[in-house]
């Protein structure tokens, strides 16, 4: 620094000292220091060069020191040194501060900018321009309403008509983002001369800049397919473009206009023809770009298949590519997989069987067993290589091929059971309780052609109660099923299995199972073989497409974030909701067979809701948007085999934890067909579960995806409803409540919805509000009517049900005996109902037993003349009191029923409170 | 558009932290190094998504470069512009390591500065970067000089200067290929693609315009239509070359290669790869590998591996490998081979054969006897390919440049003064043979 002593000596004076002590380590001398300098300022002394000495103040908690900054701030802002700089002979120094300018959050500040930003969109050198175009959108990220106002958005459109074609590209990238946060405003006014200045710019600005106005163009509608075709021929040449992005923005263009062309004619058959090799050259980039193509063409093949049909042999996976790759291929691979090249596709798979990664090798074995499903042709071939991939007896390959070979015998049932024997010897090595489950459910499937299926089954019998869940209940119905083919021989292990499930396990849902399976084989075994052992409905081919609304949104976003994570961007953007979720164009005119883009409301629209949600957030929010492959791969799994390994015989309507409900539905409406098949018993059983059937509330098409069915019952003293929330749209669901109305019992909910987590895509949630009868009353119509509303982030929905009677019947509905007499003689004849009730074939004393289960007391019993005469009495929530006289007659399984009330109750509410009583009543007796 | 770029070192210190976004925490640096470089896992994806911030990474030797974002990104361009940051500094400072990052940090911040603004790529030209950024500080400029500067940073022909001046225009083309097989133990081809890329060096003087020619199918059938005779289509087929896909340089004129077919442009100057290309049909595999394992028991395997070549004798094949993988529980090898050098490297896993030269037409051999540790682990060896590398002194796909003819209207040269050098190297991509 030989230079510096030249400076060294100037060193004097004034504002030397002052900057001196503006960096003074104490406080109140830089206090002092400012106050001085603020003086100069007043005086007229340019104290201008003190500027970053003073700022440097501006660090301070003192309220005062502040002020006075931000005073001298606003005094020297104008000439600070940037604010100069927009003015420097330099267009390098020009665009520096322009540049830099944009950065400083300071609304007070970013005032003064105005003016140097407003001769700088308008400055002769492109270079400043094109700088200035960005700072404009810096500037509307700080203070969007002074954007507006001073007319910068104005300026920024002029733009679009610039010279240059990288100001252009510019303008067009910082128009496009703030018209984002304006999902109303024609911020971008595309029209078609608009358009041509993009398309002439797009020939000649940097690959950067074609990318923004690539992207920019693909949220254009043409308004004829004349022109979506000359838009078509001047981005085609794109696809030759040596930058990925370009490519892609470019194929996401003709993706969209595709929509718009008929499909018949030549150009649209030339266009689809020339999107294949730029997509294929893709694959030779670097692999992360690799991975980012892989993404988007798994949409495209999903959407136009016939684009790369012919190409699956660039998909097959190289030894050396990153995981990430090869899990793509593999999944592209199967989408492509046909007829036609199925004995290659499966040499490939076959080798991948063997590799390293366990996920792939899984992944490679599951997607031979989607071919064999997809392609039926195959199916033989593909059994063989996956029992040539057991033979290896590489554990992981086993039992992943034993899922699968379960699913292909539910597509192709008494084709390939011959393998049966195969399988069995793997038995051993199976600790997976996917694979168990499979195994079991096959060996239960087809007991009848497995000499010794009693004793395979028994041997997982020994470790029930350490086998998951999914392992319990699927070997209780293939052993019950094994019972069925053969009972003679298997008594003994159906006991078994049927104790364990019922009596030594904690596990409800195995409980009831176990239950339900038990009744059903001791009433009727005829029925019991009907149910279990009927047809099963078959799988499908594609399990994992993706939902065609979603699809088309994706394809709209080819090349971004959202098309790599295959989510919508407001599922991992904060605060998207209010944009505008991009669909394709739909086709004018009636040009061919224009398929009609329906959309049905899957997925629900975003409303402010969402906006609440992400403010109320109550943690973090839970992994939305992270996918990876191998996420898709399990839900494949779901798909395909979930509905084959726990249902079983009945057809499961939620694929969740409250299957056991459902399936008591299934079989109830099963047996409700002919009544003579009714058992009391049965009924005893549903009465014994506290059982109603549960009802579908509110339609998944009515809420937006949300599916409500539940019940009410009571249990220890405390009334219930039982709900099964069900989310069948294909975005998560947080922040429920819910409330109800005014109602006939004053009932509401003791404590509001637990609902934590957030309830993801086709997943359930079973919920037991507790309920009492504290709130406000008001008459319904009929009197048990219950209107609910349910919110969640999404929206408030409504619904109404029916509150079953039974539930208010009180525990302490015993009345004294004497009581019980005096009353009875005081309630009015009115007051008096009777009806019979037929077929009944119990005896006095069951039926008190069971009605004493149900809070209906027998308070006397007398014999007379041969008849049971039973008195009873039941109290209501409100303090109603009902009084039954039940006359049995020995041989007669008519019993008549003799009701009367207490004369508290309103006269006219009279018939409907009974006839709801009758019915609920009705269920007990019978 | 991007919100931040960070450099990171091995250990996920970082190196560089440049955020150009209100909504990128300082946070974010921390959660890539904690979720992703010190995440016990292999990488899944390049790119992870944290508490709704999406990191973009790629992986140069041992430096971590993120590109961080909250907003729906044009992913490929985020890549792409990594990959570009790459280059830049590669052509600034050379190779990327930390010593040289750390070493140039204040240029790196100021190449960030002009290359993304507010997270928006801008030119990114090495060529036109290194006329106003420069580690030597800022030259004093004419006014002329600096207009030229912005209007060549923005222009049409960002990525050349004017008044550029060669006693000597010189040319130089290199038609670099690699060769990919993917072949069955049967020797049946299930892949096989050649992926090229043309390189060109320029020292031409003032702005020259350029025609590049070669001999791809769909031009030459074009011309020879215009010949009209069946003999000359069925030559120029034997000679001409069906190119699957090409992309170029950004500054070849698409929509005129679009139209016409032609590759015309103006050249950067220096080197650079004027376009890239693929091929699938009619490829000349230079190699043929036979392999034979045969497992004698369970603790030993005989390994046989033929290579043949398959090219013009008179043509001399370079920097021969044949990578033979070997299972993890091998205690010993023995190799004997006719030609060159063949060793067993157990860090590797592999059995390294290599022969400095071998001209075509010609055949040469290695057996191996491997000795293994008897293992009870059922996990059974995977087999991975074989693998080959080579250097061949043609294309193996077929192409030819035909002519590259340069106009300078304005300056005193013809296509003729122009001194051009053309040169074929096919190199082995991914060459395996499975066995």
Redesign the interface.
Known sequence: MTDSKYFTTNKKGEIFELKAELNNEKKEKRKEAVKKVIAAMTVGKDVSSLFPDVVNCMQTDNLELKKLVYLYLMNYAKSHPLCTDCED????IR?LAV?TM?CI?VDKITEYLCEPLRKCLKDE????R??AA??V??LH?INAQMVEDQGFLDSLRDLIADS????VA?AV?ALS?ISESHPNSNLLDLNPQNINKLLTAL??????GQ??IL?CLSNYNPKDEREAQSICE?V???L??????V???AVKVLMKFLELLPKDSDYYITLLKKLS??L??LL?G????Q???LRNINLIVQKRPEILKQEI??F?V???D???VKLEKLDIMIRLASQANIA?VL??LK?YA???DVDFVRKAVRAIGRCAIKVEQSAERCVSTLLDLIQ????YVVQEAIVVIRDIFRKYPNKYESIIATLCENLDSLDEPDARAAMIWIVGEYAERIDNADELLESFLEGFHDESTQVQLTLLTAIVKLFLKKPSETQELVQQVLSLATQDSDNPDLRDRGYIYWRLLSTDPVTAKEVVLSEKPLISEETDLIEPTLLDELIC?I???????HKP?NA???G?HGIHRKHLPIQHGSSGPAAPVDQPQVIPSQGDLLGDLLNLDLG??VN???V?S?QMGAVDLLGGGLDSLVSDPIIIMHPTLCGWKNIIYVLLSNSWSGPGLISVDFLLLLAVLNFCVLQVWLPAAKAKGLEISGTFSRRQGHMYMDMSFTNKALQHMTDFAIQFNKNSFGMIPTTPLAVHTPLMPNQSIDISLPLNTIGPVMKMDPLNNLQVAVKNNIDVFYFSCLIPLSIFFVEDGKMERQVFLATWKDIPNENELQYQIKECHLNADTVSGKLQNNNIYTIAKRNVEGQDMLYQSLKLTNGIWILAELRIQPGNPNYTVKNTLNEKVCPNLWPVLYNIIWMQLWMYYS | ?IGGLFIYNHKGEVLISRVY???IGRNAVDAFRVNVIHARQ??????T?I??T?F???KRSNIWLAAV?????????V?????KMCDVMTAYFGKISEENIKNNFVLIYELL?EIL??G??????TGALKT?ITQQGIKS?T?EE??Q???Q????I?WRREGIKYRRNELFLDVLESVNL?M?PQGQV??A?V?GRVVMKSYLSGMPECKFGMNDKIVIDKQGKGGSTDDAGKSSGKQSIAI???????CV???K??SERSISFIPPDGEY?L??Y?TTKDIILPFRVIPLVREVGRTKLEVKVVIKSNFKPSLLAQKIEVRIPTPLNTSGVQVICMKGKAKYKASENAIVWKIKRMAGMKESQISAEIELLPTND???W????I?MNFEVPFAPSGLKVRYLKVFEPKLNYSDHDVIKWVRYIGRSG?Y?T?C
């Open positions: 002979p330099n267009p390098l665009a540049r944009g959050r050198d492109p270079y400043v094109k700088t960005v700072c959108a810096k990220d240059n074609p990288m100001v510019n990238a983002e020939n000649e600005c940097t690959e950067w990318i923004f992207d001047r085609t040449p794109r030759s473009h040596a930058n990925s992005a490519v892609l923005s090799p730029p294929v050259t030779s670097e692999p992360e770009v991975y980012v193509a042999k660039v097959f190289k030894y050396n990153p995981i990430y290659q040499a490939e080798e063997t590799e390293v290896t007896k590489v554990n976003h090349g971004s974030l959202a098309s790599v994570y961007p991992f953007v904060e998207s973090p929010p939305v948007p992270q990876c191998m | 558009m976004r209100d909504d292999q990488v899944r994806s390049p790119v998504n508490a709704r999406s973009f990474h790629v974002t909250k907003q729906n990104v044009n992913a490929a361009m890549f792409e512009f990594l990959y500065d603004d507010f928006y790529p801008q030119n990114s030209e106003f400029q006014k600096q207009s500067i912005t209007s940073v923005t222009g049409q960002g993917l069955s299930l892949s693609h992926s699957d896909d090409c992309t170029f340089h950004q004129r698409l929509s290669f679009d790869e376009m890239r693929r059922k996990k059974k995977a087999r991975p390919p693998s991914i395996e499975r």
